[in-house]
């Protein structure tokens, strides 16, 4: 069983920051590719961050130049450092990652969602 837990979601005022982090846990052999999407009322699910199992990242242009998307392999946890946060960034936070596991002798990956984590940005 695996699972991630998102946390350090909250109010911010425009132009604040927050650290989102996502830590994974269960019975993980090898984290793949990790992610950050967000998901506004009304609106569709949208990749916000994403790095791969080398460290490349990619960023939606909305957010380009003030998130910033790490990991730390030991710890099973990514993060999401938000910058100069504006008020259309306000959405529920999802974590994503692809993870593989080694179990009856055998390797399988599977896509793993978080539960989700507020960001709200208002004055």
């Known amino acids: 069983q695996v699972q991630l837990v998102e946390s350090g979601g909250g109010l911010v005022q425009p132009g604040g920051s927050l650290r989102l982090s996502c830590a994974a846990s269960?019975?993980?052999?090898?984290?793949?590719?990790l992610g950050w999407y967000r998901q506004a009322p009304g609106k569709r699910r949208e990749l916000v961050a994403a790095?791969?199992?080398?460290?490349?990242?990619n960023y939606a242009g909305a957010v380009k130049g003030r998130f910033t998307i790490s990991r730390d392999n030991a710890k099973t946890t990514v993060y999401l450092q938000m910058n100069s946060l504006k008020p259309e960034d306000t959405a529920v936070y999802y974590c994503?990652?692809?993870?593989?596991?080694?179990?009856?002798?055998?390797?399988?990956?599977?896509?793993?969602w978080g539960q989700g984590t507020q960001v709200t940005v208002s004055s």
């Open positions: 994503n990652a692809d993870i593989t596991k080694f179990s009856g002798g055998f390797y399988y990956s599977n896509d793993y």
């Open positions: 269960g019975s993980i052999f090898r984290l793949n590719a």
């Open positions: 790095i791969t199992s080398g460290g490349t990242t």
